[in-house]
Nanobody, 126 residues
């Protein structure tokens, strides 16, 4: 029974920066690969960024590459998503997800993840 709680969303202007955080309950955070996904109205949930168990490997989607950085602090059961140069196309509900893993991989498929947060809204004005 793992709970993920996202925070940090809000209304920002185009070109601004924002950092989202996700706190994961339980004692197995270091065993989880973590990911951020987003879903805009009328669209499918899409991968934003992923990070391996230790944080040694990361990947950002092409749509946000160069503008988003994912990081984690295993001592605090926390994964973050730093976003910059935001644009209206980034407007969506952002979800944190955890996947049990035994290696240093990251994962890009929604179906691969075991646990999901409730989401936090990011709205970028233009």
């Amino acid at each position: 029974q793992v709970q993920l709680v996202e925070s940090g969303g809000g209304l920002v202007q185009a070109g601004d920066s924002l950092t989202l955080s996700c706190v994961v309950s339980g004692r197995f955070f270091s065993w989880y690969a973590m990911g951020w996904f987003r879903q805009a109205p009328g669209k499918e949930r899409e991968f934003v960024a992923g990070i391996s168990r230790t944080g040694s490997s990361t990947l950002a989607a092409d749509s946000v590459k160069g503008r988003c950085t994912i990081s984690r602090d295993n001592a605090k059961n926390t994964v973050n998503l730093q976003m910059s140069s935001l644009k209206s196309e980034d407007t969506a509900v952002y979800y944190c997800a955890a996947k049990r893993a035994f290696d240093a991989s990251y994962f890009t498929s929604t179906n691969a993840y075991d646990y999901w947060g409730q989401g936090t809204q990011v709205t970028v004005s233009s």
